[in-house]
């Protein structure tokens, strides 16, 4: 009975961990976006640094080595993967063009929107008015520099937003200069020896169910023979 109870709890474990696609924390100062494979660098580590200054610290022996800069697919990836399935008040596919997508979603009466967990994994940049605010550059398909924005609202009634800026933006004029507010995103081929995953968020509920289901009765006949 002993050896059923601890198979059981090791399989609930991993269910816990690894049973749905998501976003997924880590304890490196980075998340993954479980589709892609991608590791992305949190928000809030170089921020503060010009797009320029990161670009030019990727190399070996260098600041970020092992990473590199966003591509315009990876961010757009990223942001279909993390949020166009959330449960929001409001979804904008192709507002700022092809792929550039928005969401906005209001905080309830208990402090929460359908976007806290995925926007805790992914770390934020600074204060703005007691709420957390991101902004990370990336060099579009055009060639001009672009951003994935996020605005977490602490406040009961506020607006979590989340967008991609836009198809034909250019923020050029922004390369060469340092801000909190703003950080340059960094990805790189998620590698399960060196990436310690921490937390999985953006759970698919149905799908954890049929697995816990499937899995326990697995265990349960296995033991039956």
């Known amino acids: 009975m002993i050896r059923i109870v601890k198979h059981i709890l ?22 993954i976006d479980d589709v892609t494979q991608l590791e992305w660098m949190d928000f809030g580590i170089n921020n503060g640094e010009s797009y320029n200054y990161v670009t030019s610290s990727l190399a070996l022996g260098e600041k970020y080595e092992g990473w590199r800069l966003a591509q315009q697919k990876d961010v757009l990836n990223l942001w279909s993967n ?9 979804l904008n596919l192709n507002i700022y063009g092809q792929g550039f997508h928005r969401a906005d979603d209001m905080i309830d009466v208990n402090g929460y929107s359908s976007l806290d967990k995925i926007f805790k994994a992914m770390g934020f940049n600074s204060h703005v008015s007691g709420n957390n605010y991101s902004w990370g550059w990336f060099e ?31 923020w050029d004029s922004w390369r060469n200069i340092s801000s909190v507010y703003y950080s340059t995103m960094l990805v790189k081929n998620y590698s399960p020896v060196k990436t310690k995953a921490a937390l999985l968020v953006a759970v698919s509920e149905p799908a954890s169910l049929s697995l816990f289901v499937f899995g326990f009765l697995a265990i349960f006949l296995y033991y039956r023979r």
């Open 10 to 31: 090791a399989f609930l474990f991993v269910v816990s961990h690894y049973s749905n696609a998501g976003i997924i924390d880590t304890e490196n100062h980075s998340f």
């Open 82 to 90: 993390a949020f166009a399935n959330e449960d929001v008040d409001s």
């Open 140 to 170: 579009g398909d055009d060639g001009h520099l672009k951003a994935f924005h996020f605005y977490d609202s602490l406040t009961i009634g506020g607006i979590d937003k989340t967008y991609v800026t836009g198809e034909n933006k250019n």
